[in-house]
């Protein structure tokens, strides 16, 4: 074989490859046919696509591995602690899978909302979002949009802080779960399509939600608005961008991955090695333990500061 070739071994219904490791050395894996990327693989080796092979490898190792072992994918179809489930989530995650693009964020997702204790959210969810337009994250939650009035306070009480880092949440009993009631007891999210019902003024924000989170998703106006019982706040859409206010195309919500996980990564890291940062966590000013729970907002308006004090 050529030089930058990949070892391998391919039966009918079983192949095994040698792939180049970050450290340079070699690790070798093994699938077989039963493998929903099986097929895409052999043709792979078969056409010399060298360097598709370690990706594939990726994306077949992230669905053997699952979210914690809950989730594996079969040509059959997808089992959650080895129960075979049918929905439109399963449908996208084995389609995604065949066509050889990663699904760890929606493996993630999934796992996260069959932690919901509500059966309708675990039905709904996906095909709401769906409807909507609505983004996954990478650490497996979406992201929403939500109305405040100005000074940032919650548009029923006026008194709840919805400012860029804070993470708002009540006791989900608290939470009205009959989706035939509209308006009611609840944390508020909406889709974009929403946002012209809820008048002018006030800020426009977006907001980070975990599945497992959602408790309703009322039946009034197309079914885009829900109730959730905790949220991040991830930043605001200003007033001046028009393509929100006006419901057209967004480039952000048109992608079906919002790197949070791994941009938070990015500013930890960024934050950490600030030598003034370094200093105070030196002289026990600042723990490092706080700067590792700070929410994304926080991190990013550190971030800032830092970047303005060079």
Partial sequence: MAKESIP??????YISVVIPTPTGGTRSFALDGSHPTFARMKTALRKRQWKKIPTLVSIAEAVEKGSNGNIRVSPKGVTYKGRIVH???TKRIVGMVKEGKPVKHMLKFMDNLYKNPSE???????DWMENCKLPITDDGCFVAYKWVKD???DSHTG?????????????????DTNRRNECSYGLHFCSRTY???????GHVMKVKINPKDVVAIPQDH????????????LG????????VLDITDIAEFQTSVVPVGRDRKALLKQILTNKSIQRNIKSKKVKKATILKMTFGRLQALALKLLENK
């Fill in 8 to 13: 391998y071994v391919m039966k009918q219904n």
């Fill in 222 to 233: 197309s079914s885009s608005k829900g109730r959730c019982c905790q949220y991040e706040v």
């Fill in 195 to 201: 946002l012209p019902n809820m008048g002018s003024g």
């Fill in 151 to 153: 000074g940032y306070k």
């Fill in 87 to 89: 929905s439109s989530l």
């Fill in 120 to 126: 309708d959210s675990i039905r709904e969810l996906f």
């Fill in 236 to 243: 605001e859409v200003k007033p001046s961008d028009k393509k």
């Fill in 159 to 175: 008194r709840i802080d919805n400012s860029v880092g804070q993470v708002v949440k009540m006791e989900r009993k608290q939470v």
